[in-house]
Nanobody, 120 residues
Framework: QVQVVESGGGLVQSGGSLRLSCAASGSIFSINAMGWYRQAPGKERELVASISNSGSTNYADAVKGRFTISRENAKNTVYLQMNSLKPEDTAVYYC??????????????WGQGTQVTVSS
């Protein structure tokens, strides 16, 4: 079994900051990419940022210059530092871990989501 657990969401005022964390554990052979997605009410889930196992990053245009993704490979953990938050950043944020698991092979594992609410 593989578990993906997010933390760090909450309520913040516009212009504020939050840091999300996501840790993967369990029967993992290796992890490739890790990423953050978000889904606002009535909208489709969208990519926010991703990072490869070599550290290459990719960001959605809407968050470039404000959000930073990073990872600690030894801890199977990925972070999302969110600065200058805007009300339009309000969404449920999900972590995705692209891994090779001992039981399932190559698979994308998702966390349960963490709510981020930015008040104006």
């Amino acid at each position: 079994q593989v578990q993906v657990v997010e933390s760090g969401g909450g309520l913040v005022q516009s212009g504020g900051s939050l840091r999300l964390s996501c840790a993967a554990s369990g029967s993992i052979f290796s992890i490739n990419a890790m990423g953050w997605y978000r889904q606002a009410p009535g909208k489709e889930r969208e990519l926010v940022a991703s990072i490869s196992n070599s550290g290459s990053t990719n960001y959605a245009d809407a968050v470039k210059g404000r959000f930073t993704i990073s990872r600690e490979n030894a801890k199977n953990t990925v972070y999302l530092q969110m600065n200058s938050l805007k009300p339009e950043d309000t969404a449920v944020y999900y972590c995705k871990v692209s891994a090779i698991a001992y039981s399932l092979g190559k698979y994308d594992f998702w966390g349960q989501g963490t709510q981020v609410t930015v008040s104006s």
